[in-house]
């Protein structure tokens, strides 16, 4: 019972937000919101001239609407709650190191910094903004300062397929990070920013 508070309480810390994450491939809502008003604006057409089937335009663009709905919640609120249990649960001891691939603007890759005080955390991107909204190194170190782990925060651009690994003698994993979307070759060498 004792274990289960501590995780509950490390979940409920993690979920104290201060920086601002984004929208996940921001232009799904935007497309869907679209195309439910698009409906909505055929369904009251299709009523007013008396077309019997503008029901069918309406829930559709009930459902369009409701699921861009979701969508925002969902990437707004919903995966932190859902990385916040996962993360809790790690058991860590937090002197860690922790690699995020794909960490866009931070929201998992600064959960974990806060798990690990004595520890170290790399998020490695490739700052696209069609994969998040305002992606970009500088807004992943002010989200980490905005956190309070700035200092134990490491940011890399790059291509999580040329990036290059310590061996397997010198290290031990914990766990398996991300990658949320599949990266394209770079043409210029990965970089460091701190």
Known sequence: MRRRVRLIASGRELLRIRGH??????????YMGAGGAGLALAAVVLAAIGQSWWPVLADAAVASLASAGLYLYCTLRGKLVVWARILASLRLRGDERAL???????AVLLMVAKLLPRGHVVGLDLWKTSDQSGNDPAATLANARAEGVADRVELVTGDMRAMALPTAAS??????WRST?????LDAEPRSTR
């Open 100 to 106: 995020d691939v794909g960490c866009g603007r931070g």
């Open 171 to 176: 290290t031990s994993s914990r766990a398996a």
């Open 181 to 185: 979307t599949s990266p394209r070759p």
């Open 21 to 30: 994450y984004g929208i996940d491939a921001p232009y799904v809502p935007l």
